[in-house]
């Protein structure tokens, strides 16, 4: 916001907003894209959804990626039941958005914990 307020306002004008705009359609457009990769390469059986056992597959991929170990399998369920809006044992790529970003979170999470236990009692 702060960056397209060029008279820092407060409020974006047309002029301001254009650009704004713009620039967050790029980034909803390659999330899209992301997600809709990430649920073809992972949707083993091709019914446009994954499982729960196709959910824990991008997360133990992930986890080998990001080299952190991959969250309890309680934890996956967790997060899989909570996106999983119409309790069809399968998410869409709308429910998938927001469950990737936590899975994320919580991979990256684990390592900063553990980073930052280390650097206090190093």
Do not use: C, W
């Not at 649920?39 to 597959?57: C, I, R, T, V």
């Not at 991979?107 to 236990?117: H, P």
């Amino acid at each position: 916001f702060k960056k397209y307020d060029k008279n820092n306002s407060g409020t974006m004008n047309s002029e301001e907003l254009e650009p704004a705009y713009a620039e967050l359609q790029k980034l909803i457009q390659g999330r899209s894209a992301k997600i809709r990769a990430l649920l073809k390469k992972y949707d083993k059986n091709k019914d446009g959804k994954l499982s729960l056992s196709e959910f824990k597959l991008l997360a133990s991929e992930l986890g080998k990626q990001e080299g952190k170990k991959v969250p309890a399998d309680d934890q996956l369920d967790q997060v899989f039941k909570k996106y999983d809006k119409n309790n069809s044992g399968t998410m869409n790529s709308e429910e998938l958005e927001p469950a990737y970003a936590e899975l994320q979170k919580l991979i990256q999470g684990r390592s900063a914990k553990i980073r930052a236990l280390l650097k206090k009692y190093d």
